[in-house]
C-alpha cells in the first residue's frame, strides 16, 4: 500500500506536440510515445547533461557535440534515458543534415523516443508552444475543478445531502465512492459498483485498517489488482485504484467516517482536488455542528411549538446534549449598524453573517431579518453572557439579557431589547442585562409602580394611527437617546418629522412638556413598568 500523496507537475502529452503542424516534429524513433508526459524542456549541447535533468524533459540538442563512434552515442542516449527524459529532440541542420542513424538505433534499443525538428523549427519555439499547452491544460483542469466544485455544493444544500455530495463525486471522479462508519459498515454508496467481491472486500479492508489508526484525519491509497467490472473497459491484469479518505468526529480529531474510492484509473490532479472539496463537505454535513441546527430533538421542539405547547415544555429539547449549563436562555438583540456605507444583510439573513454569528454567539437558534438580529443562547442559570468582540467587526451592536428559565423569555426579551438601544445610545459595541438592587426602583413597591404606569400612558389609548406601542416605543427611544431627534429617526429608520411628530402627539395626550427635565424623568421611570416589563424593574449596564 502506497500512502505518500502523489504530486503532479504540469505538463503536456507528447502528442500535442506532435500534432502541433507549426512545429513539425516527427518522431523517428523509439516506442509510441503520444501519451508521455512532458513538464519542461531543455537545450543542452553537452557530452553528459545527466547531472542538470530532473525526469519528464524533453530533451533538445543539435549534436554538436555528441560522439562520433557508435558505442560513444550508446552511452550517451542510455545516460539521458536512465535519467527519465520523456523524449529526445534532434534539430537537424546546420551541424548535421539528417539524424544520424546511430542516434536513431540507439533510441530504439534503450526505449527512447526521438524526435526530429526540421531546420525552420527554433529550439525557443518548442518551447513556447510546451509551455503555452501547458497553461491551457492547466486551464482545463481548473474549470473541470470549478464545475465540480460548485456542483458539490449545490448537492450539499439539498435534503438528501449526504447521498447527492456522493453521486456527484462519483459522477466527476468517475469511481464507486463509499460512505463507511467508523465499524466500516457501508452507509451510502454512488456510481458503479465493483463487480468482484474481492475488490469490494479489499475497499472495506483498507477503510478499516485506516480507520484503526485513530488519530487526525488521514489519506490512504492502495492498489488492488484484476477484478473489475468488464463494462469499465478493463480486463484481467488491471488494477483497481483504491483511496479512502477519514472523515473528523466529534472532537474533531478522531476519524469517524471514512469515504473510500475504488477507480479503474489512478486518480489525476482533478480528481483529487474534487475529492478534497467533497471530502470537506462531508465532514460538515456529519459534523456534530450541523447535527445540532436540524436534529430531531429540536425539529420536534418546532413541532410541538406549533402545536400548542408552551415554550417551557419544548425548551430542554432544544438544550444540548447533557444539559450541562441548564434549562436558561440568554436572548439577544442586534442591529446591524456598520461603519460607513456598506448594505446591510438581505431580509433572508447574508449566510456567510449567519453562519458567522451563530459561531460566535455559540447557538445554531439564530433568526436575521435584514439589519435585525435575535437569538437564543442556551446559559448556565448564574453565568453572565459571553460578549464576542468580533460581531462589531461585522458591523453587529448587541444586547443581553440576563439568563432566564423558559418561564422568564418574555422579559428575556425585553431585558435584550432594552439592552440594546443602551447600546446603540452609548456608541457601544454590546451592553449585558444585569441587576442592581441599589436604585430608586427598590424603593417603590412594584404594584404601585405598576398601577402608576399603566394610569400614566392611558391616555395613548385614544390616540389614533400609529396606535399607542408605537407612541410608547418611539418615547423611549426619544429618552434613550437623550432627545436627539435625528438618531431617534435612524435608529426607529422613520423620517425626523415623524418622530416630531409623534412625540408632539405624546406630549398633547399626556399634557406635558416634554422639554421639562422633571418630565423626562418621570416618564422614564414609568417607562420602566409598563405591563410585559420584568417585576424587579432592572437596569442594563455594559
Not at 363 to 384: C, E, F, I, Q
Request: glycine residues 8%.
Amino acid at each position: 500500500m502506497d500512502e505518500s500523496a502523489t504530486t503532479e507537475q504540469p505538463s503536456v502529452r507528447l502528442g500535442v506536440l506532435l500534432d502541433d503542424p507549426g512545429l513539425g516534429l516527427s518522431q523517428v524513433a523509439g516506442p509510441a510515445a503520444a501519451d508521455r508526459l512532458v513538464g519542461a524542456v531543455g537545450t543542452t549541447e553537452i557530452e553528459d547533461p545527466t547531472p542538470y535533468l530532473v525526469g519528464g524533459e524533453l530533451l533538445l540538442t543539435a549534436g554538436v557535440r555528441l560522439p562520433d563512434d557508435a558505442d560513444g552515442v550508446d552511452t550517451y542516449v542510455r545516460r539521458v534515458a536512465s535519467a527519465g527524459v520523456a523524449a529526445l529532440g534532434f534539430g537537424v541542420a546546420p551541424v548535421h543534415p539528417e539524424v544520424p542513424p546511430e542516434l536513431v538505433s540507439a533510441c530504439d534499443r534503450h526505449g527512447l523516443p526521438l524526435l526530429r525538428l526540421p531546420p525552420g523549427t527554433p529550439f525557443v519555439a518548442v518551447g513556447q508552444a510546451t509551455y503555452a499547452a501547458i497553461a491551457e491544460a492547466r486551464n482545463r483542469e481548473l474549470r473541470e475543478i470549478s464545475r465540480a466544485q460548485s456542483a458539490l455544493a449545490s448537492a450539499a444544500a439539498r435534503p438528501d445531502a449526504l447521498r447527492a455530495v456522493l453521486s456527484r463525486l462519483a459522477d466527476h471522479t468517475g469511481a464507486w465512492s463509499v460512505l463507511y462508519d467508523a465499524q466500516g459498515i457501508e452507509l451510502f454508496s454512488a456510481g458503479r459498483r465493483p463487480a468482484s467481491p474481492a475488490a469490494r472486500q479489499a475497499l472495506r479492508e483498507l477503510t478499516g485498517r485506516t480507520l484503526l489508526r485513530g488519530g487526525r484525519p488521514t489519506a490512504a491509497a492502495a492498489h488492488h489488482p484484476g477484478g473489475v467490472h468488464p463494462d469499465q473497459g478493463s480486463g484481467p491484469g488491471h488494477e483497481l485504484h483504491l483511496t479512502v479518505h477519514t472523515l473528523p468526529g466529534a472532537d474533531g480529531v478522531t476519524a469517524a467516517l471514512a469515504l473510500g474510492q475504488a477507480a479503474t484509473t489512478a486518480p489525476t490532479v482533478v480528481h483529487r482536488q474534487v475529492t478534497s472539496t467533497a471530502t470537506v463537505l462531508l465532514a460538515l454535513l456529519t459534523s456534530p455542528r450541523h447535527a445540532l441546527s436540524t436534529d430531531t430533538h429540536s425539529v420536534g421542539a418546532l413541532v410541538r411549538l406549533m402545536l400548542g405547547a408552551t415554550p417551557a415544555e419544548v425548551a430542554p429539547a432544544l438544550v444540548p446534549a447533557g444539559g450541562a449549563r441548564g434549562r436558561h436562555w440568554t436572548v439577544v438583540h442586534g442591529r446591524h449598524l456598520p461603519a460607513g456605507s456598506a448594505a446591510a444583510p438581505q431580509n433572508d439573513g447574508d449566510p456567510a453573517q449567519l453562519a458567522a454569528l451563530a459561531t460566535l454567539l455559540g447557538t445554531p437558534y439564530v433568526h436575521m431579518d435584514g439589519p435585525h438580529l435575535k437569538a437564543l443562547v442556551p446559559s448556565a442559570p448564574d453565568a453572565r453572557p459571553s460578549v464576542p468582540d468580533q460581531a462589531a467587526d461585522l458591523g453587529w451592536v448587541l444586547g443581553f439579557s440576563a439568563p432566564a428559565s423558559a418561564h422568564d423569555l418574555p422579559h428575556a426579551d425585553t431585558q435584550a431589547e432594552r439592552a440594546l438601544q443602551r447600546a446603540i445610545a452609548a456608541g457601544a459595541p454590546a451592553v449585558v442585562h444585569t441587576p442592581d438592587a441599589l436604585t430608586v426602583h427598590a424603593l417603590v413597591s412594584p404594584a404601585d409602580a405598576r398601577e402608576l404606569a399603566r394610569t400614566r400612558f392611558a391616555p395613548l389609548d385614544r390616540a389614533g394611527a400609529p396606535g399607542a406601542p408605537v407612541l410608547v416605543d418611539t418615547l423611549r427611544t426619544w429618552l434613550t437617546l437623550h432627545g436627539s431627534w435625528d438618531r431617534t429617526a435612524a435608529t426607529l429608520q422613520v423620517h425626523r418629522n415623524t418622530v416630531r411628530h409623534r412625540l408632539a402627539r405624546v406630549a398633547d395626550l399626556l399634557d406635558v412638556d416634554l422639554q421639562d427635565p422633571g418630565v423626562r424623568m418621570e416618564l422614564w421611570f414609568a417607562l420602566q413598568w409598563l405591563p410585559g416589563e420584568p417585576a424587579d424593574a432592572q437596569h442594563t449596564r455594559s
